[in-house]
Nanobody, 125 residues
Framework: QVQLVESGGGLVQAGGSLRLSCAASGRTISNYAMGWFRQAPGKEREFVAAITWTAGNTYYADSVKGRFTISRDNAKNTVYLQMNSLKPEDTAVYVC??????????????????WGRGTQVTVSS
């Protein structure tokens, strides 16, 4: 089983940047496709980005395409989410998730088996 811990959240002004990290332990993340999701107060959890285990393919929600970049360093057992040009509507708890690599990356939260607890991102206007 893999354990996931997110970090890097915080308070930033609109237009600013943050880089989130998701550190894995228990198993190497090269066994997993990884995803980032977010949940704002009173809203459903939504897909942000996903990456295959080789990093050969990445996927993004339309709302973040061109502003966010997902990447991974399997040697460091860590996945990243670089967030640029942040907007107030990006305010949410950001959570990383893992699913067995043979199934590929997915935008559906129900298809992920392991979840972190999340890190808060707040973007002020």
């Amino acid at each position: 089983q893999v354990q996931l811990v997110e970090s890097g959240g915080g308070l930033v002004q609109a237009g600013g940047s943050l880089r989130l990290s998701c550190a894995a332990s228990g198993r190497t993340i090269s066994n997993y496709a990884m995803g980032w999701f977010r949940q704002a107060p009173g809203k459903e959890r939504e897909f942000v980005a996903a990456i295959t285990w080789t990093a050969g393919n990445t996927y993004y929600a339309d709302s973040v395409k061109g502003r966010f970049t997902i990447s991974r360093d399997n040697a460091k057992n860590t996945v990243y989410l670089q967030m640029n040009s942040l907007k107030p509507e990006d305010t949410a708890v950001y959570v990383c998730a893992a699913r067995p690599r043979q199934y590929g990356a997915s935008s559906r939260s129900s298809e992920y088996d392991y979840w972190g607890r999340g890190t808060q991102v707040t973007v002020s206007s």
